[in-house]
């Protein structure tokens, strides 16, 4: 399609373009007053517009009528969520075409917003078309990591976690829980597990861990668990899949879309509190169970989440909107 459209991007966040793309750039470096005034000159040459997410086609109401058509992107809590920001789910509900990350997130949408019932679900994807060139180690202890941001919201599932390892220690007495990520709630999450008498070789806070680091970090773990109830999509699950991991969601938000229970991984229903560490004490003690799920994690990986799949169901939906 860039072959036939004229196509140009603007970036608000970004000091520099973070890749090279063969596309025109305009960076706000942060300042949404030059964000904003980028849209607007980009509506005097460009025909259509689309925004990554509800909070950036709010741009779009600045830009002086008649407005270009365009599309946004729903990801989650932005709109479904009682709090969400009332000018965000406007944008959205204003667009002339929407997409949504998942069916579950369009559906919770819907429940606050009526109309954002239309949008049609593009399923997201890594930024790799082709699995890692390395293996799971198979030295080391049994390891479960979540990866994901220290929040005061607390619902990515890391206390679900942390209160139950003493059940997992008690069957997989070498297990560790590796928590990567930073976030204001750290220090609230280190000191559960010192009430709970979990040592540091129990359960270690990785804290940030860079780029370069994370083919060894996935390398090591045996099971990858983020029992969440606030995602829209969850990408980290299909990296975990990519990387032959399987995967433990929960019940409660897009998991299960993403996740398929008893093949990738499980979902757990956290209000049933035995299910979360029988389901880790299952993959932890049976290596053959965890790198068979793990398997069928990389061939959904690559039929529905490779960077190819989503660029050949995103280009098809362009090509209609366009089109039409």
């Not at 009332?86 to 990350?101: E, H, K, T």
Request: net charge neutral; charged share 20%; glycine share 8%.
């Amino acid at each position: 399609m860039a072959g036939r459209c004229r196509v140009g991007g603007v970036v608000l966040s970004d000091q520099e373009p973070a890749l090279e793309l063969g596309v025109q750039f305009r960076l706000a470096r942060g300042s949404r007053a030059k964000f904003v005034t980028a849209v607007n000159a980009a509506h005097l040459t460009y025909t259509h517009f689309i925004y990554d997410c509800a909070g950036m086609a709010r741009a779009h109401q600045w830009i002086p009528l008649p407005r270009r058509p365009f599309l946004t992107f729903l990801h989650g809590i932005e709109v479904w969520q009682g709090t969400a920001h009332p000018a965000q789910v406007l944008a959205a509900d204003r667009a002339n075409a929407i997409l949504s990350n998942t069916s579950f997130t369009r559906t919770k949408a819907a429940d606050l917003t009526p109309g954002l019932a239309r949008a049609s679900v593009c399923w997201l994807a890594t930024e790799d078309d082709c699995p890692p060139a390395y293996t799971q180690s198979a030295s080391g202890p049994p390891r479960v990591l979540i990866l994901a941001r220290l929040d005061e919201a607390a619902y990515k599932g890391h206390t679900e976690l942390i209160r139950c390892w003493p059940t997992v220690r008690a069957s997989v007495p070498n297990a560790v829980l590796t928590i990567a990520g930073t976030g204001p709630a750290a220090s609230r999450y280190q000191q559960l597990a010192h009430e709970l008498g979990l040592s540091s070789e129990s359960v270690e806070f990785r804290g940030f861990v860079p780029e370069a680091d994370m083919p060894r970090l996935w390398a090591e773990t045996t099971v990858f668990a983020m029992p969440s109830r606030g995602e829209g999509f969850g990408l980290v699950y299909i990296e975990a899949m990519r990387h032959g991991i399987p995967v433990i969601a929960s019940i409660h938000d897009a998991g299960p879309e993403v996740n398929i229970e008893g093949v990738t991984g499980y979902n757990v229903n956290l209000d049933r509190p035995d299910e979360l560490p029988d389901r880790l004490i299952r993959l932890l003690r049976d290596r053959e169970l965890a790198t068979n799920l793990g398997a069928n994690g990389v061939a959904r990986w690559a039929e529905h989440f490779r960077y190819s799949a989503f660029r050949n169901r995103f280009t098809r939906f362009l090509r209609e909107w366009i089109g039409g």
